[in-house]
């Protein structure tokens, strides 16, 4: 009977210790400036994907310019979707310029060794919607993606998808209408 408390015991504690230890996802959308007026339907996109931390985020950078424009097209929502030049000025379009302004990174490898020690993961970034031809803001948000604290909580990677998936998302609902097939 010792026996059989002590299992329940062990095995209660432990459940207590991943509770304590998984920590939870999240996602927060926070809209800075919200369209005044009407939006209209753009059927074209371009995307920028800027840096405004000290560190080196170059990978992460071009991950989430890459996640962006396959997550658009993949809406089908916009005829044309590119990356925006150096020159984003006076161009037809919406203009999706994004902004990386907090990281917290933590990859495959340290998340695997270290688990749930290795913190959550975390990407902080605005977004300002841009009418590409007279250069009116239509609106921006604020966006930060953080994964949980546990072992299988997910790393920096995961939380640029997530990231993307809610840029693109924005991006098709306020500012396209579904496109007609082809026949």
Avoid at 73 to 91: C, E, Y
Wanted: charged share 20%.
């Amino acid at each position: 009977m010792n026996g059989f408390r002590f299992t329940n015991s062990a095995t209660l504690g432990i459940a207590a210790a991943i509770i304590v230890l998984s920590g939870c996802a999240s996602s927060t959308m926070a809209p800075i400036k919200t369209m005044d007026t009407g939006t209209r339907s753009y059927r074209s996109v371009r995307i920028s994907v800027e840096s405004k931390v000290a560190e080196d985020v170059s990978k992460e950078i071009s991950d989430l310019q890459g996640e962006i424009v396959s997550h658009i097209r993949d809406s089908k929502r916009f005829g044309d979707v590119t990356l925006a030049g150096q020159d984003t000025a006076h161009a037809e379009g919406l203009l999706v310029k994004a902004s990386v302004i907090g990281i917290r990174k933590v990859g495959g490898g340290t998340r695997f060794f270290l688990g749930a020690l290795a913190g959550k993961a975390s990407l902080t970034t605005d977004v300002e919607f841009v009418d590409g031809a007279s250069g009116t803001l239509l609106g921006s948000y604020g966006l930060k993606e953080k994964t949980g604290s546990s072992g299988m909580a997910g790393t920096t990677g995961d939380c640029v998808k997530k990231t993307a998936k809610a840029i693109a998302k924005l991006s098709a609902e306020r500012f396209s209408e579904p496109i007609a097939m082809k026949q």
